[in-house]
């Protein structure tokens, strides 16, 4: 099978011509077998015969509207339609080899899930910058499909909540699978904000830390449990950290002993401390 082109086609083509088979024999004498005929052949001959390739040529060619079909669910994708298409025909190739009319009497409904399975899994492989459940990822196909489905139905494009009714999920679980969605085409940091290059790049919009906040956290934390402290000690602590005393002026004001002042203050902060350190591992 040739290599699949490198050309991009417009998400709106669908008519990508199927992988050109290598030794093809003419297909005229072939034409005229059904599709049972013609899965016979492919299964008892070598993969190297002419006729074996023949045989499947005009397979791919009758049920080129299966590929069709399975790849227009994926048209809104940043895939291009064409590579899609490509993946397709693979797909349809392994099922053609593979069937087995003993276990399925139809190969359209075996080769639908082939085909599909084929393009799902290049998505997997190829276009996921992170890793997504298969789950979501198959619940953002389904919302897709039925988003179009329901706006054919409704005349008006569905709300959230009929789209999940009509596929029987949460509104929390489809919101998390559109979101999964944005994994397909992450934004570089780098990328303007705008056309003008003044206009800064999406970098630019991210916080920074800010270290007045992390203050304002910390003094929440010694407020929930400042009324558990004398009020001596409260006292030392507010001329020490806020009045920028020394201890021998703060003993001086309380009529007490620059060492007195010393052990009251390390009694305050480590009853502070015990009960901050206890906060913080309870966040965790």
């Given at each position: 099978?040739?290599?699949?082109?490198?050309?991009?086609?417009?998400?709106s083509?669908?008519e990508t011509d199927f992988?050109?088979?290598?030794g093809?024999l003419t297909?005229?004498?072939?034409a005229?077998?059904?599709d049972?005929?013609?899965l016979g052949?492919?299964?008892l001959?070598?993969?190297?015969?002419?006729r074996?390739?023949?045989?499947?040529?005009?397979?791919?060619?009758?049920?080129r509207?299966?590929?069709?079909?399975c790849?227009?669910?994926?048209l809104h994708?940043?895939?291009p339609?064409e590579?899609?298409m490509?993946?397709?025909?693979?797909?349809?190739?392994?099922?053609i080899?593979?069937f087995?009319?003993?276990?399925c009497?139809?190969?359209?409904?075996?080769a639908?899930p082939?085909?599909?399975?084929?393009?799902?899994?290049?998505?997997?492989?190829?276009?996921?910058?992170?890793h997504?459940?298969?789950?979501?990822?198959?619940?953002?196909?389904?919302?897709?499909?039925?988003?179009?489905?329901?706006?054919?139905?409704?005349?008006?494009?569905?709300?959230?909540?009929?789209?999940?009714?009509?596929?029987?999920?949460?509104t929390?679980?489809l919101?998390?699978?559109?979101?999964?969605?944005?994994?397909?085409q992450?934004?570089s940091l780098?990328?303007?904000?705008?056309?003008e290059?003044?206009?800064?790049?999406?970098?630019?919009?991210?916080?920074?830390?800010?270290?007045r906040?992390?203050?304002m956290?910390?003094?929440n934390?010694?407020?929930?449990?400042?009324?558990?402290?004398p009020?001596?000690?409260?006292a030392?602590?507010?001329?020490?950290?806020?009045?920028?005393?020394?201890?021998?002026?703060?003993?001086?004001q309380?009529?007490?002993?620059?060492?007195?002042?010393?052990?009251?203050?390390a009694?305050a902060?480590?009853?502070?401390?015990?009960?901050?350190?206890?906060?913080?591992?309870q966040a965790?």
């Amino acid at each position: 099978m040739t290599a699949i082109s490198s050309r991009r086609a417009p998400a709106s083509d669908l008519e990508t011509d199927f992988p050109v088979l290598p030794g093809l024999l003419t297909t005229g004498d072939l034409a005229g077998l059904d599709d049972r005929a013609l899965l016979g052949i492919v299964g008892l001959l070598p993969p190297g015969s002419g006729r074996r390739a023949a045989a499947c040529e005009l397979l791919v060619s009758r049920y080129r509207w299966l590929v069709r079909s399975c790849v227009r669910r994926y048209l809104h994708s940043p895939e291009p339609a064409e590579d899609l298409m490509q993946l397709g025909y693979i797909g349809l190739l392994k099922a053609i080899g593979n069937f087995d009319p003993a276990i399925c009497g139809s190969l359209a409904a075996y080769a639908r899930p082939c085909i599909s399975g084929e393009i799902k899994r290049h998505f997997r492989d190829k276009r996921w910058q992170v890793h997504v459940k298969r789950s979501v990822q198959d619940l953002m196909l389904e919302a897709r499909d039925a988003t179009w489905q329901l706006a054919q139905e409704l005349g008006r494009i569905p709300a959230e909540s009929d789209i999940a009714r009509h596929l029987g999920v949460s509104t929390g679980d489809l919101r998390q699978a559109r979101r999964a969605e944005l994994a397909l085409q992450p934004s570089s940091l780098d990328a303007p904000l705008g056309s003008e290059p003044r206009m800064g790049t999406l970098a630019d919009t991210l916080g920074e830390q800010d270290l007045r906040i992390e203050h304002m956290l910390n003094m929440n934390a010694v407020t929930a449990h400042w009324g558990g402290l004398p009020s001596r000690e409260q006292a030392i602590l507010l001329m020490d950290f806020y009045g920028g005393m020394p201890q021998s002026e703060i003993g001086r004001q309380l009529g007490i002993s620059q060492m007195h002042v010393s052990r009251l203050r390390a009694r305050a902060l480590g009853y502070l401390r015990v009960r901050l350190l206890d906060l913080e591992e309870q966040a965790f």
